[in-house]
């Protein structure tokens, strides 16, 4: 049966992935915030859909109540822009709280316009991080040390990091309780999985042992495509229950939310990748016990 079915032989409907479809249960209120569950969006692959999904996510945690602190780990600042967030020459980056040693991060937090979602910001400084980081000690915990004083004060932390896995990202595991990792459904993405567990296996074992994989997101699915309904059908028979049951379908939506600077959920409310992200939200929050 192809994975875009929408009702299974016996009339229960399933999901793109063709698991049956379930309800995520509401999140429990929370009486304070903190201390923060730290999230790696990883993928050594570009184009992928990090800072799409890093921005919605966060956007739909804080949707849920959730204090949620956004750390874009990329030299092109692409989240900044995504969150109609203005660029600034005087403010403190994540580059400075790496680099200098009386930069605080609570200078770096920028307020965005949703409610309960905040950003620590980069720019093109932070190319050079990758070998100033060789020659610091303690280099893979250098991110964890600038992160810590901000823990406190949110439930969620969530890491953009760059199409790679050098030394930011692998900052970016150490600092981490948990990791997704969005794949576009193509045959190339498929490829670089098998590199990229690997590589947090080796953080789970040599730098952070309390490191796991949250899930795997499959983003830009179009079930038009056969191509897409294999990629998805291999990735479920390898990863199984690590996949999300959330995917997120191609859609013109995302691009113009980025050219408005918002989030999907304010952009558009109800459109499909809002409800998508909504969805992905309460998943993360029952994987993570959020």
């Known amino acids: 049966m192809e994975s875009e079915s929408l009702f299974e032989a016996e009339g229960a409907p399933v999901g793109l992935?063709?698991?049956?479809?379930r309800e995520f249960a509401k999140p429990k209120e929370l009486l304070r915030h903190g201390?923060?569950?730290?999230?790696?969006?990883?993928n050594q692959k570009g184009g992928v859909g990090k800072t799409t999904s890093t921005i919605n996510l966060g956007a739909c945690l804080a949707e849920q109540g959730r204090s949620v602190l956004l750390v874009d780990?990329?030299?092109?600042?692409?989240?900044?822009?995504?969150?109609g967030v203005a660029h600034d020459e005087e403010q403190v980056t994540v580059y400075d709280l790496l680099f200098d040693s009386t930069a605080n991060v609570h200078a770096a937090i920028r307020h965005?316009?949703?409610?309960?979602?905040?950003?620590?910001?980069?720019?093109?400084?932070?190319?050079?991080?990758?070998?100033?980081?060789?020659?610091?000690?303690?280099?893979?915990?250098?991110?964890?040390?600038?992160?810590?004083?901000?823990?406190?004060?949110?439930?969620?932390i969530v890491l953009d990091c760059g199409p790679s896995l050098g030394l930011?990202?692998?900052?970016?595991?150490?600092?981490?309780?948990?990791?997704?990792i969005p794949m576009e459904c193509e045959y190339f993405s498929l490829r670089g999985l098998a590199l990229l567990t690997d590589t947090v296996e080796k953080v789970r074992d040599r730098i952070n042992f309390d490191l796991e994989i949250i899930g795997i997101l499959v983003?830009?699915?179009?079930?038009?495509?056969?191509?897409?309904?294999e990629v998805m059908d291999r990735v479920l028979e390898v990863f199984g229950e690590t996949v999300f049951d959330t995917v997120i379908?191609?859609?013109?939506?995302?691009?113009?939310?980025?050219?408005?600077?918002?989030?999907?959920?304010?952009?558009?409310?109800r459109s499909q990748g809002a409800e998508q992200y909504r969805n992905l939200a309460l998943e993360v929050l029952e994987r993570t016990d959020g």
């Open 112 to 156: 965005t316009n949703v409610a309960g979602l905040d950003l620590v910001p980069a720019n093109i400084d932070l190319s050079a991080a990758e070998i100033q980081l060789v020659n610091e000690v303690g280099r893979e915990q250098t991110l964890a040390r600038c992160l810590r004083p901000a823990r406190a004060e949110y439930d969620y």
């Open 17 to 21: 992935t063709g698991r049956p479809v």
């Open 219 to 229: 983003t830009m699915f179009d079930r038009r495509t056969s191509h897409a309904r």
């Open 249 to 269: 379908t191609r859609t013109v939506r995302f691009p113009e939310t980025s050219v408005a600077g918002e989030p999907i959920i304010t952009w558009a409310p």
């Open 168 to 180: 930011l990202t692998v900052n970016a595991l150490a600092a981490s309780h948990g990791v997704i």
């Open 35 to 42: 201390p923060a569950k730290v999230i790696s969006m990883v």
């Open 73 to 83: 780990l990329d030299p092109q600042g692409a989240l900044s822009a995504g969150l």
